[in-house]
T-cell receptor, first 115, second 114 residues
Framework: GAGVSQSPSNKVTEKGKDVELRCDPI?????LYWYRQSLGQGLEFLIY????????KSGLPSDRFSAERTGGSVSTLTIQRTQQEDSAVYLC?????????????FGPGTRLTVL | DQQVKQNSPSLSVQEGRISILNCDYT??????FLWYKKYPAEGPTFLIS?????DKNEDGRFTVFLNKSAKHLSLHIVPSQPGDSAVYFC?????????????FGSGTRLQVQP
């Protein structure tokens, strides 16, 4: 596809369950980012991939959060033992990389609700 | 500690008039600034950007101004149209070993009245 896609668009889960969110970046974009937006907040950086490696995991809020990227393309963000404070919109973005100032293109997000 | 601040949560203007959205930052390492527009249930859409070596960048109805000494940038929309009604996010990045992760402000909701 032409843009960044994410699935599912909405996810409702019970507290304590694990969830997996998927991001399919723009073809050829080497840099991939995960952000989240909690209610009434700005976007918060979670993790950055360059190719398949994650040189920066500094934004992950706890060790319940992990992410991987395979084949330099699709990425999954996994949240284990979900808590109510994990409820947010999780956004993925990709960037060409290599250059210095390429803008990031965002997907539509996954709205996660933890009951 | 908010490194990028948008102090106005909302702004209302009349169609045809100028909209001015403001943003302040504290991190002097930021060298690239962007504005994104967001409609409900959609991801942010890139609007316009500016490098710290410039003080102005223009693209159609959108102009971004950067005042490095004041650590302040603004987005001007002229003339404003009802379709511009959305939440606008200011974002900044630093070279930081090439990571280029964005630090976002909390957004300003713009409403353009017909």
């Amino acid at each position: 596809g032409a843009g960044v896609s994410q699935s599912p668009s909405n996810k409702v889960t019970e507290k304590g369950k694990d969830v997996e969110l998927r991001c399919d970046p723009i073809s050829g974009h080497t840099a991939l980012y995960w952000y989240r937006q909690s209610l009434g907040q700005g976007l918060e950086f979670l993790i950055y991939f360059q190719g398949n490696s994650a040189p920066d995991k500094s934004g992950l809020p706890s060790d319940r959060f992990s992410a991987e990227r395979t084949g330099g393309s699709v990425s999954t963000l996994t949240i284990q033992r979900t808590q109510q404070e994990d409820s947010a919109v999780y956004l993925c973005a990709s960037r060409k990389g290599g250059g210095d100032h390429n803008e990031q293109f965002f997907g539509p997000g996954t709205r996660l609700t933890v009951l | 500690d908010q490194q990028v601040k948008q102090n106005s949560p909302s702004l209302s203007v009349q169609e045809g008039r100028i909209s001015i959205l403001n943003c302040d930052y504290t991190n002097s390492m930021f060298d690239y600034f962007l504005w994104y527009k967001k409609y409900p249930a959609e991801g942010p859409t890139f609007l316009i950007s500016i490098s710290s070596i410039k003080d102005k960048n223009e693209d159609g109805r959108f102009t971004v101004f950067l005042n490095k000494s004041a650590k302040h940038l603004s987005l001007h929309i002229v003339p404003s149209q009802p379709g511009d009604s959305a939440v606008y996010f200011c974002a900044a990045s630093a070279w930081d070993t090439g990571r280029r992760a964005l630090t976002f402000g909390s957004g300003t909701r713009l409403q353009v009245q017909p």
